[in-house]
């Protein structure tokens, strides 16, 4: 049989310091994008994680999972939408997943 879990409603507080830490989070990786201090996805991961990442994207965690290992997989839209919650400009996102697409692929169009 199985067991019902009970949860207890969130007050207004801790809501607001919820949402807090979440922006917070969110800032820093803004930041640190921006001056590409961040060179993996590794690095954002452990700011914010791969499970809330994906639900923050909508997609499944395998999924997320899947595209960071290749990242040729994103498409255009999931670039958008990580810049739109990092809220970077597309092409700081885009530059991003370009670096890791040329560090991960072995095609001569991709090396230097």
Same mark, same amino acid.
Request: glycine share 0%; aromatic share 8%.
């Given at each position: 049989?199985?067991?019902?879990?009970?949860?207890r409603?969130?007050?207004?507080?801790?809501?607001?310091?919820?949402?807090?830490?979440?922006?917070?989070?969110?800032?820093?990786?803004?930041?640190?994008?921006?001056?590409?201090?961040?060179?993996? +996805?590794?690095?954002?991961?452990? =700011?914010? @994680?791969?499970?809330?990442?994906?639900?923050?994207?909508?997609? #499944?965690?395998?999924? /997320?999972?899947?595209?960071?290992?290749?990242?040729?997989?994103?498409?255009?839209?999931?670039?958008?939408?990580?810049?739109?919650? +990092?809220?970077?400009?597309?092409? =700081?996102? @885009?530059?991003?997943?370009?670096?890791?697409?040329?560090?991960? #692929?072995?095609?001569? /169009?991709?090396?230097e």
């Amino acid at each position: 049989m199985a067991r019902k879990t009970r949860t207890r409603p969130l007050n207004n507080e801790q809501v607001l310091a919820r949402e807090s830490k979440r922006h917070n989070r969110l800032n820093f990786i803004k930041n640190e994008l921006e001056a590409r201090r961040i060179e993996s +996805f590794e690095q954002i991961f452990s =700011v914010i @994680s791969e499970t809330r990442m994906a639900i923050e994207l909508g997609i #499944s965690f395998y999924t /997320l999972r899947k595209k960071v290992k290749d990242p040729t997989e994103f498409t255009i839209s999931e670039m958008m939408r990580l810049a739109t919650l +990092f809220h970077v400009k597309y092409d =700081v996102m @885009s530059d991003f997943i370009l670096e890791k697409v040329k560090a991960t #692929s072995k095609s001569p /169009l991709f090396q230097e």
